[in-house]
């Protein structure tokens, strides 16, 4: 045996919780503590295996390091087959890394040092609520286990991260080690609730549980590693206790009896590891010889020891003391069976190397199968498919569909295994340091008249990452990857080639500086070809400034919303991006201001002009000016002629007289006529007060401000040849003596049509079927996309804040908080005079995103978070999302999302909340205490997601939501709720009943049928469903065929 402690091997003197060896033996990971996150090192074994590979400058002995955790490394391990290696951390994520191609050398945030390989995190796994202490793949690689201090066992399928196939939570305690049966029936966890349980992976139930060797046992361990022989015959836990001294417990398979256990350690056991490789010997009976096979196990403690075990013998074949300054963390053999790592919290690892006299001969891979057939009537080394471990398939469809996944499990792992193989062998290239790869060898320079250089500059494109490549053995030092003096000046000197041929090619090119006439119309920037940004008239921006100064001087009004309270001078209309047609047209107005003092005018014309008092009430202006700095540039509308105290009271008199018989009069006008806005009056109050609120609307909606010239581009309709329409507003246009208002649309910068319009338009939107503008005498124009007016203009109780189409649709939302959609298609009123009141009821509330649907379902979102839609049919508003909703930050769906939709899928409910609802966090709080409590919030969550986009009859979004909330409800063994959505989707069996139900065969503009197709694979997923799966199956089956004799 050889033992060497490499002390280049550390985490810059900070722990290491976590080490495991490649399955090619060419390198080794450890997990630990970095500078101010977790780290995992990616290390060569070269250098560990031979004296002169450590001396040799050549061989790297870093070949990747990773500082992505958030919080310190607890456990690595590679998967079996080396593609992919895990990683869990104190940040409650697994990260799974996968080695990629790349064609330069990269460093590690913070560190001088260079990566060799470049590994990469394919996948983070999500689900965990405390600290993930400890990983292991199933012998098949199909699942990934991880346990943690939530008191759980996550089980992920590594073929489709980052699903969940089940949660594992009968522990009440910390779970610090999880192992694998190499059988694949069972799995083994141990926890710090002094038990030991063994789980079924037919069903994920609980097995058996193990209490009586650790009744006397402490949580004094970080962890509690157990392992699980590779005969399947023995687990061995971690910490146990013997007559108050600890022990390693062994379990026998057979009945699960804890009658044997190894002795010898004077601190409690924190890890065991078996060697992967089962062992034989020869045994002489008489003239008889037979062979015994054995296994090999190395146990670490707290006492700084590790202790090398041989199942036959009875008595510890090695045992090395003080060989670590603190307590021994993790354990790893390497797959030829003869080498061994550990490591420690005080930042060292140790080597250990046997030979095959000391621990013996190995079986073959054959050998090991059969001897697992001939013990338990199968093995998982002959098959890379999951398991079912006996469960009886009931139904030959069921048999059908499980045999249809098991050919697509494969041609995935086929396509993986394609990617993960070089199709070109591996070039070593040279890189040199701070310099690109793929430098252009050629640059462009020109020399003004004055003499001066410019550089064209050149792009030069990144280079690509390629995910999948198998990790291929790490050469050693006599292999051509680590060159020698010779090879490497050789190198040194054609890469200097390579660049030295740059500046010899460089072309000079002399050219006249030109007059500004001749400066391409495409260099000038954006914004000074936009109309938007052109300057106001000299007049109308004194009188903005003037009105601003004012403003200014003026007290705020705490009823009063702060952003209402400001001016803005500029304010961009709405422009479309995208499709006209294949997205809801959104508009964010969170930046949008009260208009200047002639918009403001106007508007309050408007709001006394649709008041249905008929009666005029004088009153003497209140004074609302504090200080008046310049009274010379304060333009008053009409003179303040001081009144004496008697006369103020007489005209409250009769103006309050006057008030109420207008309320009356309204109110009876109210009986025979459409309903019309509420006023109010309480009280005696003054009269100026009593004016203000009778004149003032209950919501006020900043009014964009009238723009001189605005243009709207709308993108052509999909397999259309023709090009773009630029929609060209301009105001003020003066023709003989007469001030109109154009309306242009044209091709490719020519007019193709022109309107003109009585009024100054404001806003300006539309999409391949309609162009709608509003105008400040508040009208709504609308014409086709050829320029013809398609109804008279449309005149509404106050001026239009935000103008919106979609599809047919047309949303158009007043100043005053009035909500309007027409279906200009059919020529009607889908919506008509909504009021916004309900739903922004409070102070400093406004609009920050509205849209309406491809269906014309309006839907607004407000500054508090919350997210709303108008239901015609309900003739209601409904809460779609709020801000802080705890059902979306305790929501745990995020693995039960469909993996090729997750990031594709897009509608109305993502553009009015974003991506960060779906995203969702994990539980916090009683949450994690509580699983059930978890469960059903998470299932109401995504109830209100699947009704939310089935509000928005938002097609793509509601059939993500319904494969989420179907993947969930299988995962959690909810028949109840899934029978609930099959006979939903289903409908009713005879058509009589259909009839008397009202059932419709489409949601969403979906069919229930395909609907129902699709869900019940995923039903069937689980055999555990068989029978709900095989019940509706047969009833699709027969109704689609009765509609097809029926048709």
Same mark, same amino acid.
């Given at each position: 045996?050889?033992?060497?402690?490499?002390?280049?091997?550390?985490?810059?003197?900070?722990?290491?919780?976590?080490?495991?060896?490649?399955?090619?033996?060419?390198?080794?990971?450890?997990?630990?503590?970095?500078?101010?996150?977790?780290?995992?090192?990616?290390?060569?074994?070269?250098?560990?295996?031979?004296?002169?590979?450590?001396?040799?400058?050549?061989?790297?002995?870093?070949?990747?390091?990773?500082?992505?955790?958030?919080?310190?490394?607890?456990?690595?391990?590679?998967?079996?087959?080396?593609?992919?290696?895990?990683?869990?951390?104190?940040?409650?994520?697994?990260?799974?890394?996968?080695?990629?191609?790349?064609?330069?050398?990269?460093?590690?945030?913070?560190?001088?040092?260079?990566?060799?390989?470049?590994?990469?995190?394919?996948?983070?796994?999500?689900?965990?609520?405390?600290?993930?202490?400890?990983?292991?793949?199933?012998?098949?690689?199909?699942?990934?286990?991880?346990?943690?201090?939530?008191?759980?066992?996550?089980?992920?399928?590594?073929?489709?991260?980052?699903?969940?196939?089940?949660?594992?939570?009968?522990?009440?305690?910390?779970?610090?080690?999880?192992?694998?049966?190499?059988?694949?029936?069972?799995?083994?966890?141990?926890?710090?609730?002094?038990?030991?349980?063994?789980?079924?992976?037919?069903?994920?139930?609980?097995?058996?549980?193990?209490?009586?060797?650790?009744?006397?046992?402490?949580?004094?361990?970080?962890?509690?590693?157990?392992?699980?022989?590779?005969?399947?015959?023995?687990?061995?836990?971690?910490?146990?206790?013997?007559?108050?001294?600890?022990?390693?417990?062994?379990?026998?398979?057979?009945?699960?009896?804890?009658?044997?256990?190894?002795?010898?350690?004077?601190?409690?056991?924190?890890?065991?590891?078996?060697?992967?490789?089962?062992?034989?010997?020869?045994?002489?009976?008489?003239?008889?010889?037979?062979?015994?096979?054995?296994?090999?196990?190395?146990?670490?403690?707290?006492?700084?020891?590790?202790?090398?075990?041989?199942?036959?013998?009875?008595?510890?074949?090695?045992?090395?003391?003080?060989?670590?300054?603190?307590?021994?963390?993790?354990?790893?053999?390497?797959?030829?069976?003869?080498?061994?790592?550990?490591?420690?919290?005080?930042?060292?690892?140790?080597?250990?190397?046997?030979?095959?006299?000391?621990?013996?001969?190995?079986?073959?891979?054959?050998?090991?199968?059969?001897?697992?057939?001939?013990?338990?009537?199968?093995?998982?080394?002959?098959?890379?498919?999951?398991?079912?471990?006996?469960?009886?398939?009931?139904?030959?469809?069921?048999?059908?569909?499980?045999?249809?996944?098991?050919?697509?499990?494969?041609?995935?792992?086929?396509?993986?295994?394609?990617?993960?193989?070089?199709?070109?062998?591996?070039?070593?290239?040279?890189?040199?340091?701070?310099?690109?790869?793929?430098?252009?060898?050629?640059?462009?320079?020109?020399?003004?008249?004055?003499?001066?250089?410019?550089?064209?500059?050149?792009?030069?494109?990144?280079?690509?990452?390629?995910?999948?490549?198998?990790?291929?053995?790490?050469?050693?030092?006599?292999?051509?990857?680590?060159?020698?003096?010779?090879?490497?000046?050789?190198?040194?000197?054609?890469?200097?080639?390579?660049?030295?041929?740059?500046?010899?090619?460089?072309?000079?090119?002399?050219?006249?500086?030109?007059?500004?006439?001749?400066?391409?119309?495409?260099?000038?920037?954006?914004?000074?070809?936009?109309?938007?940004?052109?300057?106001?008239?000299?007049?109308?921006?004194?009188?903005?400034?003037?009105?601003?100064?004012?403003?200014?001087?003026?007290?705020?009004?705490?009823?009063?919303?702060?952003?209402?309270?400001?001016?803005?001078?500029?304010?961009?209309?709405?422009?479309?991006?995208?499709?006209?047609?294949?997205?809801?047209?959104?508009?964010?107005?969170?930046?949008?201001?009260? !208009?200047? +003092?002639?918009?403001?005018? @106007?508007? /309050?014309? *408007?709001?006394? =002009?649709? #008041?249905?008092?008929?009666? &005029? $009430? %004088?009153?003497?202006?209140?004074?609302?000016?504090?200080?008046?700095?310049?009274?010379?540039?304060?333009?008053?509308?009409?003179?303040?002629?001081?009144?004496?105290?008697?006369?103020?009271?007489?005209?409250?008199?009769?103006?309050? !007289?006057? +008030?109420?018989?207008?309320? @009356?009069? /309204?109110? *009876?006008?109210? =009986?025979? #006529?459409?309903?019309?806005? &509420? $006023? %109010?009056?309480?009280?005696?109050?003054?009269?100026?007060?009593?004016?203000?609120?009778?004149?003032?609307?209950?919501?006020?909606?900043?009014?964009?401000?009238?723009?001189?010239?605005?243009?709207?581009?709308?993108?052509?309709?999909?397999?259309?040849?023709?090009?773009?329409?630029?929609?060209?507003?301009?105001?003020?246009?003066?023709?003989?003596?007469?001030?109109?208002?154009?309306?242009?649309?044209?091709?490719?910068?020519?007019?193709?049509?022109?309107?003109?319009?009585?009024?100054?338009?404001?806003?300006?939107?539309?999409?391949?079927?309609?162009?709608?503008?509003?105008?400040?005498?508040?009208?709504?124009?609308?014409?086709?996309?050829?320029?013809?007016?398609?109804?008279?203009?449309?005149?509404?109780?106050?001026?239009?804040?935000?103008?919106?189409?979609?599809?047919?649709?047309?949303?158009?939302?007043?100043?005053?908080?009035?909500?309007?959609?027409?279906?200009?298609?059919?020529?009607?009123?889908?919506?008509?005079?909504?009021?916004?009141?309900?739903?922004?009821?409070?102070?400093?509330?406004?609009?920050?995103?509205?849209?309406?649907?491809?269906?014309?379902?309006?839907?607004?979102?407000?500054?508090?978070?919350?997210?709303?839609?108008?239901?015609?049919?309900?003739?209601?508003?409904?809460?779609?999302?709020?801000?802080?909703?705890?059902?979306?930050?305790?929501?745990?769906?995020?693995?039960?999302?469909?993996?090729?939709?997750?990031?594709?899928?897009?509608?109305?409910?993502?553009?009015?909340?974003?991506?960060?609802?779906?995203?969702?966090?994990?539980?916090?709080?009683?949450?994690?205490?509580?699983?059930?409590?978890?469960?059903?919030?998470?299932?109401?969550?995504?109830?209100?997601?699947?009704?939310?986009?089935?509000?928005?009859?938002?097609?793509?979004?509601?059939?993500?939501?319904?494969?989420?909330?179907?993947?969930?409800?299988?995962?959690?063994?909810?028949?109840?709720?899934?029978?609930?959505?099959?006979?939903?989707?289903?409908?009713?069996?005879?058509?009589?009943?259909?009839?008397?139900?009202?059932?419709?065969?489409?949601?969403?503009?979906?069919?229930?049928?395909?609907?129902?197709?699709?869900?019940?694979?995923?039903?069937?997923?689980?055999?555990?469903?068989?029978?709900?799966?095989?019940?509706?199956?047969?009833?699709?089956?027969?109704?689609?065929?009765?509609?097809?004799?029926?048709?």
């Amino acid at each position: 045996m050889k033992l060497l402690k490499p002390t280049w091997v550390n985490h810059d003197d900070k722990p290491i919780f976590g080490i495991d060896i490649h399955p090619d033996g060419s390198r080794f990971a450890t997990g630990g503590q970095g500078e101010d996150s977790g780290r995992v090192i990616i290390w060569n074994m070269a250098p560990v295996r031979k004296e002169e590979d450590e001396k040799n400058e050549n061989v790297p002995k870093i070949l990747c390091e990773m500082d992505n955790h958030l919080a310190c490394v607890n456990c690595v391990r590679w998967s079996n087959n080396g593609y992919y290696l895990a990683s869990g951390a104190d940040d409650r994520l697994v990260m799974v890394w996968q080695m990629i191609s790349y064609g330069g050398a990269s460093r590690a945030f913070g560190s001088g040092k260079s990566n060799i390989e470049q590994w990469k995190c394919a996948h983070t796994l999500r689900s965990h609520t405390g600290d993930v202490l400890d990983l292991a793949w199933s012998p098949h690689d199909a699942w990934l286990a991880s346990c943690s201090i939530d008191n759980t066992i996550v089980i992920w399928n590594a073929l489709k991260f980052p699903e969940v196939i089940s949660v594992l939570s009968g522990h009440s305690g910390l779970v610090k080690g999880v192992t694998w049966d190499p059988v694949g029936k069972y799995i083994a966890s141990q926890s710090d609730d002094k038990s030991l349980r063994i789980w079924r992976t037919m069903d994920w139930k609980e097995e058996t549980s193990i209490f009586k060797p650790f009744e006397e046992c402490g949580g004094t361990t970080h962890i509690l590693r157990l392992s699980w022989s590779p005969d399947g015959a023995y687990v061995v836990s971690a910490h146990a206790m013997n007559n108050r001294g600890p022990t390693a417990q062994i379990i026998d398979r057979d009945g699960w009896k804890a009658n044997m256990d190894f002795v010898g350690h004077r601190k409690a056991v924190t890890c065991v590891r078996f060697n992967s490789n089962i062992f034989t010997r020869q045994i002489k009976k008489g003239n008889h010889t037979r062979h015994q096979p054995y296994t090999c196990c190395a146990i670490g403690s707290r006492d700084r020891t590790v202790s090398i075990w041989l199942t036959a013998l009875k008595r510890p074949l090695v045992v090395v003391h003080d060989v670590f300054n603190n307590s021994i963390m993790d354990l790893a053999w390497s797959q030829s069976g003869d080498e061994l790592l550990a490591c420690s919290v005080d930042g060292t690892i140790c080597y250990f190397q046997f030979s095959c006299e000391e621990v013996g001969n190995q079986l073959t891979n054959d050998e090991k199968v059969n001897l697992h057939e001939k013990v338990y009537g199968k093995s998982l080394l002959s098959s890379g498919s999951a398991n079912l471990a006996g469960r009886i398939i009931e139904n030959p469809d069921m048999l059908k569909l499980q045999q249809q996944q098991k050919e697509l499990r494969e041609k995935q792992a086929a396509k993986l295994k394609r990617m993960a193989t070089p199709t070109k062998p591996v070039v070593q290239v040279p890189v040199v340091e701070g310099q690109p790869l793929d430098v252009k060898s050629q640059q462009i320079e020109t020399r003004t008249a004055d003499g001066r250089r410019r550089i064209t500059p050149l792009y030069i494109a990144p280079q690509q990452a390629t995910f999948g490549v198998a990790p291929k053995p790490f050469p050693s030092a006599s292999q051509s990857l680590f060159t020698s003096p010779t090879s490497a000046s050789q190198q040194g000197q054609t890469t200097s080639n390579v660049f030295s041929e740059g500046p010899s090619k460089v072309t000079v090119k002399t050219e006249a500086m030109e007059g500004v006439t001749n400066i391409d119309s495409n260099s000038v920037p954006i914004s000074a070809l936009d109309s938007r940004f052109t300057q106001k008239p000299a007049s109308e921006a004194r009188l903005s400034e003037k009105a601003k100064q004012a403003d200014d001087a003026r007290p705020p009004d705490p009823a009063k919303p702060a952003s209402e309270a400001r001016l803005t001078e500029k304010v961009s209309s709405p422009v479309a991006e995208g499709s006209g047609a294949s997205q809801p047209a959104v508009t964010n107005i969170a930046a949008m201001a009260s !208009a200047a +003092a002639a918009a403001a005018c @106007a508007e /309050a014309a *408007a709001a006394a =002009a649709s #008041t249905t008092l008929t009666s &005029t $009430v %004088t009153a003497p202006p209140r004074t609302t000016l504090s200080t008046t700095p310049k009274r010379k540039d304060i333009i008053p509308d009409k003179a303040v002629i001081k009144k004496p105290r008697r006369e103020y009271r007489t005209q409250a008199r009769i103006a309050a !007289a006057a +008030a109420a018989a207008a309320a @009356a009069a /309204a109110a *009876a006008n109210a =009986a025979s #006529t459409a309903p019309a806005a &509420t $006023v %109010t009056v309480a009280g005696t109050a003054g009269v100026s007060e009593a004016t203000s609120r009778l004149s003032k609307p209950s919501i006020k909606i900043p009014i964009p401000p009238t723009p001189k010239n605005t243009e709207f581009k709308i993108p052509q309709r999909s397999g259309s040849n023709e090009p773009e329409l630029v929609v060209e507003l301009e105001n003020n246009v003066t023709v003989g003596g007469t001030t109109v208002h154009k309306l242009r649309g044209s091709r490719d910068s020519e007019m193709v049509w022109e309107a003109v319009l009585t009024s100054r338009g404001i806003i300006v939107t539309g999409n391949s079927f309609v162009v709608c503008v509003s105008c400040e005498n508040q009208t709504v124009n609308m014409f086709s996309v050829g320029g013809r007016r398609l109804v008279p203009a449309c005149l509404l109780p106050s001026v239009v804040s935000i103008l919106q189409c979609s599809s047919r649709y047309a949303m158009a939302i007043t100043s005053m908080g009035m909500l309007y959609v027409w279906d200009l298609k059919q020529m009607r009123a889908v919506v008509r005079r909504e009021s916004l009141l309900p739903i922004m009821k409070g102070v400093d509330l406004n609009i920050t995103n509205s849209l309406i649907t491809e269906q014309g379902v309006p839907a607004v979102s407000l500054s508090n978070g919350r997210s709303y839609s108008y239901s015609s049919s309900m003739s209601c508003w409904m809460l779609l999302s709020q801000q802080g909703d705890i059902l979306s930050q305790c929501s745990d769906h995020q693995s039960c999302q469909p993996s090729q939709d997750a990031l594709r899928v897009s509608g109305p409910l993502t553009m009015l909340h974003g991506q960060s609802l779906r995203a969702g966090r994990q539980s916090r709080g009683v949450f994690q205490a509580n699983l059930s409590l978890k469960q059903a919030s998470t299932m109401s969550y995504l109830e209100n997601q699947l009704s939310a986009a089935q509000a928005l009859k938002s097609a793509k979004e509601y059939r993500f939501w319904l494969l989420t909330y179907v993947r969930y409800l299988v995962q959690e063994e909810q028949e109840v709720r899934l029978r609930d959505i099959c006979g939903e989707l289903l409908g009713p069996f005879y058509r009589e009943d259909a009839k008397e139900s009202l059932w419709q065969p489409t949601e969403t503009g979906l069919s229930k049928h395909d609907l129902l197709e699709e869900i019940l694979p995923v039903i069937g997923s689980n055999l555990k469903m068989q029978r709900l799966y095989a019940e509706y199956q047969e009833e699709l089956k027969i109704l689609k065929e009765k509609t097809s004799w029926l048709d």
